[in-house]
């Protein structure tokens, strides 16, 4: 059973910082593409980052220079640093995998970021 556990969530001002963490359950994180998502109030999801299994990254331009995301495969873990947060940062960032074996995805259960002005 594979499992995705998000950390890291919480109350900043805006221009602060965050680091969210989404540990994997199992063997197979490093076999696997990881990324970030977050919905905000009435908005529908939406992507934030990801990172491949080699570590390649991509970012929406609405977070690009803002947002850095990691992985460690020796801790099966995905990182989502985020700065020079705003207002509109706000939401419920959700950390997804996708096996590359199986093509499988997996959700975690969501971490609350707010971001005050």
């Known amino acids: 059973q594979v499992q995705l556990v998000e950390s890291g969530g919480g109350l900043v001002q805006a221009g602060g910082s965050l680091r969210l963490s989404c540990t994997v359950s199992g063997s197979i994180f490093a076999i696997s593409a990881m990324a970030w998502y977050r919905q905000g109030p009435g908005k529908q999801r939406e992507l934030v980052a990801t990172?491949?299994?080699?570590?390649?990254?991509n970012y929406p331009s609405s977070v690009k220079g803002r947002f850095t995301i990691s992985r460690d495969n020796a801790k099966n873990t995905v990182y989502l640093q985020m700065n020079s947060l705003k207002p509109e940062d706000t939401a419920v960032y959700y950390c997804?995998?996708?096996?590359?074996?199986?093509?499988?995805?997996?959700w975690g259960q969501g971490t609350q970021v707010t971001v005050s002005s």
């Open positions: 997804h995998l996708r096996s590359l074996r199986t093509g499988a995805e997996y």
């Open positions: 990172i491949s299994s080699g570590g390649t990254t």
